[in-house]
């Protein structure tokens, strides 16, 4: 298949396996224009909001924040700071709850704001940044927290880092989740920010093409996006067909370069760098103004929210704020999704604060997404197998995760399936797939940790071993060398003796006692009757009458002396 | 604001275990109604015999193993079953042989296994195997289709005959029962007559038996309304046919006298209805795709080696039993390039 990428320039593009015709319900959230949210009475900042090592607060409670002032970080290589979304007063760092599948608390600095929206003295912008070196434009993006906010939220900087030529750039603006609109709302509001983040990005990379993909349901975006590109050299935007999970990193580097990246790898290894197209824009904002991530846009978005729409958030902002300041709920809100209804998760409450990665909040009414009815048995149709993305065999998997036969399941290549959530969706059966599969990696996770680990006691073990067998043979060679010592010296002693005359003479009398000793034992021996085993019935017999005899004898030589009496 | 979690994706889902088995019994329809047209009340009442006694067992086995009983009939898997397993016999087969073998398929094919999904074995064709190989004049006493019947029975005496074995007056089973065309056509090649010499008789149609053939039309449309509506995938009637059709063509360019015309075999006995509805069932076919093509291509070569050289006149029965054996081994060695492993073909 071939598209148009820009004026003149076709593109070919390949197809990946499977995948899905959702309904998009995406007009649900672009029917208004985007809102900006104001700033609530607390902020709360997770210390993690990325893959990685979290970052360690850098205030303390009482203290005065400025906007944008850096309030965390950690000196780790994978990890990212964390910056004041306002100005205001941190009024705590203490556990919270977070979104994150669990429901777990994790530690959050709380910043009250003071209203002012001061900003903090920010880095110089690098307006010109073709003249930069990449090193410091990776430490500008670095410092400024960017990660994916498609969801992914690794670290952009380390990604910005592949130690290998790449060919293409790719800017992801796919957005194929269904109900998600933040990325086409950027796109078409600040499409000059996007192809700003492209053009540094590509400058850093040193890519011979960047590609800015979008699903082809986004018309306004591609204009949007067409008309910022002008006449820019090695940048294309390219219209891909809609079809989930184009916007999976994997699945879209194989729709624009035909090329698959291997099992547990990375998309460099294929000469490929992928960013969504909202890490593109805050890198745009962190190079040419200077100003760090302390804001996104997110999808509001679902039946059950009285005021859907895309709105521009302040990092920390509690979800059930953002919503009230939305207009609220209405009809029965039966559950709260992170991210999209494919692959986001149910938040157990909306008391959690919206962080980096944080693209969407869908709160579907029951009707709109009903409770799946109870699984039945597997019919083995395949149908799971026909949309899989991977090109996997879920039901197979299925089967073995079932069974808790992590190695089958491992052989039926568990480790590459993305939870994209294909399976689920047209299982007849209703099995949730995916969530067997979540189990059995995790499983897998925790076997290989405990094999790990006695693998680790075990070389101890075995070290263990070697270190007092190599001791012992010390030991052992010292007292040898100690007795050759011993050995080679009594020449040397003969020349002492006449020296030593009393030394001499006390060791001539244990030398003595102990020829005594010996002698003694050897007379004792000598006594004891010999020979005395195996002896035939007649020998024995023999030596019964003989000793008799010997002893009759005996008693009459004791008896004799009385006789006189 | 509380809220309630489940697994990822949230979605409502787009089909249905049930769904998928009505559209099965949907696309039988066809077919049933034209072998109650050609065979007469026998049939209508195999198939209701069947659909209950089916319902009957399977209703028994789960309250005996403490599940709930209503969710496993409202998945109609054993009706399916029944339908099966009640177009593959003879219209004027007992009563009793029809329930024990539902008795055989859906307790000791099906549920002893686990129920749905668990059976390794097609239950329609294991019991149909069952019946044929106990009681083989029985499962072999076909009535000829009415365009060639001298005697036509009553829905009454056929109710008669199939309950106490009655026949009305003077008629005696020879009567009223017929040689298959595929039966006709296996004695008498064994009697080393020429086909065209068969041909001669009023038992033949364009390329099967007379009538026959019609059912196996119809079935077809069904089988292809599934294909359109992906109830079945295309792989594996496709293979079968193919499979049975080029078995049948290279014998036929050998010898067109001794071996019958390649679409004798498609529209002769069960394969239209095997190709469609029995080899595909999802549970005990292979699940891979190029798998599909194996399994399918392997029922229509045996299904041509044992019609013609094995003991049975019809084979579709023991060709799907013999691959539902070989399905999971089949199935582990086509197992698709997954993502990121291996080559990649576009470079």
């Not at chain 1, 040898?480 to 003796?497: D, S, W």
């Not at chain 2, 059976?119 to 190989?133: H, Q």
């Not at chain 2, 041909?199 to 007379?210: A, E, I, N």
Request: charged fraction near 20%.
């Amino acid at each position: 298949m071939y598209v148009e990428s820009k004026k003149g320039k076709t593109r070919e593009l390949w197809r990946f396996h499977g995948g899905l015709h959702l309904p998009e319900r995406k007009a649900l959230s672009l029917q208004h224009p985007l809102q900006y949210a104001t700033l609530p009475d607390r902020l709360i900042l997770p210390l993690q909001q990325h893959i990685g090592i979290p970052a360690q607060p850098m205030v303390s409670p009482g203290e005065h924040v400025l906007k944008g002032q850096m309030i965390a970080s950690s000196p780790a290589p994978v990890t990212s700071p964390i910056h004041a979304s306002t100005s205001g007063t941190v009024v705590e760092v203490g556990e919270h709850f977070i979104p994150h599948p669990s429901g777990l608390t994790d530690i959050c600095i709380v910043i009250e704001p003071d209203g002012e929206d001061r900003w903090a003295d920010l880095p110089e912008p690098i307006t010109d940044f073709h003249s930069a070196d990449a090193r410091s434009l990776r430490q500008r993006i670095r410092d400024a927290g960017i990660v994916g906010m498609g969801g992914a939220t690794f670290p952009a900087a380390i990604k910005l880092n592949p130690g290998k030529p790449i060919q293409t750039l790719i800017i992801n603006g796919a957005e194929c989740e269904p109900y998600i609109t933040c990325d086409d709302r950027l796109m078409r509001d600040f499409s000059e920010r996007v192809m700003n983040g492209a053009r540094i990005l590509q400058y850093m990379l040193q890519s011979e093409e960047c590609l800015i993909a979008i699903e082809d349901n986004k018309s306004e975006a591609i204009l949007a996006m067409f008309e910022a590109l002008r006449d820019e050299e090695n940048i294309e935007v390219v219209r891909i067909p809609t079809i989930y999970p184009s916007g999976g990193e994997k699945q879209l580097i194989r729709i624009l370069t035909g090329r698959e990246v291997p099992t547990s790898g990375l998309p460099a290894q294929v000469g490929v760098i992928c960013h969504n197209v909202a890490t593109a824009a805050a890198i745009a904002d962190a190079v040419l103004e200077g100003k760090p991530l302390i804001s996104r846009l997110v999808t509001l978005t679902g039946e059950g929210l009285s005021k859907p729409g895309n709105y521009e958030t302040p990092l920390g902002i509690l979800a059930s704020d953002l919503i009230a300041q939305a207009g609220g709920y209405q009809g029965r809100p039966q559950q709260l999704i992170m991210g999209g209804p494919m692959m986001g998760f149910d938040l157990t409450t909306d008391q959690v604060p919206i962080t980096k990665g944080a693209n969407c909040l869908l709160c579907p009414t029951a009707e709109e997404i009903p409770r799946p009815e109870p699984a039945r048995a597997c019919i083995r149709c395949g149908r799971c197998a026909d949309v899989c993305p991977a090109n996997l065999l879920p039901q197979q998997m299925y089967w073995y995760s079932k069974a808790k036969d992590l190695e089958k399941v491992q052989d039926y290549n568990l480790f590459d399936c993305i939870e994209c959530g294909c399976c689920s969706h047209v299982c007849p059966s209703h099995i949730p797939l995916v969530q067997y599969y979540r189990y059995a990696k995790a499983e897998s996770w925790a076997q290989e940790q405990e094999r790990r680990e006695s693998e680790r006691a075990k070389q101890r073990h075995d070290f263990r071993v070697s270190r007092l067998k190599r001791l012992e043979a010390e030991r052992k060679a010292k007292l040898r060398k100690k007795k050759e010592a011993l050995k080679n010296k009594p020449p040397a002693k003969k020349a002492q003796v006449s020296k030593e005359g009393d030394d001499k003479d006390a060791k001539q009398a244990v030398i003595e006692a102990a020829m005594k000793r010996a002698a003694e034992k050897k007379a004792k021996q000598q006594l004891a009757p010999k020979n005395i085993e195996n002896l035939t019935a007649a020998q024995q017999a023999q030596i019964e009458a003989v000793d008799k005899r010997r002893m009759a004898t005996n008693q009459e030589k004791q008896r004799k002396p009385e006789q006189p009496d | 604001m509380e809220f309630h979690t489940l697994s990822s994706p949230h979605t409502k889902r787009v089909n249905r275990v049930d769904k998928v088995m009505l559209q099965v019994v949907l696309a039988l329809i066809p077919g049933i109604t034209a072998m109650i047209f050609y065979f007469g009340w026998g049939v209508l009442i195999n198939v209701v015999l069947a659909c209950l006694s089916a319902v009957a067992f399977e209703a028994m086995v789960i309250r005996l193993r403490k599940r709930p009983v209503m969710p496993v009939l409202f998945d109609l898997s054993a009706i399916v079953t029944a339908l099966l397993f009640a177009v593959a016999i003879p219209p004027l087969l007992p009563w009793w042989l029809v329930v024990m073998g539902m008795a055989f398929a859906i307790i000791m094919v099906k549920q002893m296994y686990g129920g749905l999904g668990y059976n390794p074995f097609n239950p329609a064709m294991a019991a149909y195997v069952l019946l044929l190989i106990s009681y083989p004049v029985e499962m072999t006493s076909w009535m000829p289709p009415y365009l060639l019947a001298e005697h036509q029975l009553t829905l009454s005496q056929i109710l008669a005959f199939k309950l106490s074995g009655i026949l009305p007056g003077e008629l005696t089973l020879d009567a009223i029962t017929m040689a298959t065309p595929l039966d006709q056509m296996r004695t008498n090649l064994d009697l080393n007559q020429m086909i065209s010499e068969i041909r001669l008789s009023p038992l033949w149609g364009d390329f099967g038996g007379l009538g026959w053939e019609w059912i196996g039309n119809w079935f077809l449309m069904g089988g292809i309304w599934m294909v359109y509506k992906r109830t079945i995938t295309w792989q594996i009637p496709l293979a079968f046919l193919t499979g049975l059709v080029s078995m049948a063509t290279i014998f036929w360019l050998f010898d067109a006298e001794s071996f019958p015309f390649p679409l004798f075999h498609v529209f002769s006995g069960g394969v239209i209805l095997g190709a469609f509805f029995i080899a595909t069932d999802p549970v005990t076919a292979c699940t891979t795709r190029a798998g599909q093509l194996i399994y399918g291509a392997a029922i229509g070569v045996l299904v041509y080696l044992i019609r013609t050289w094995g003991g049975y006149p019809d084979a579709v029965a023991f060709a799907v039993l013999l691959m539902n054996m070989a399905a999971p081994t089949i199935d582990y060695y086509t197992r698709p390039r997954t993502y990121g492993h291996g080559e990649v073909k576009s470079e």
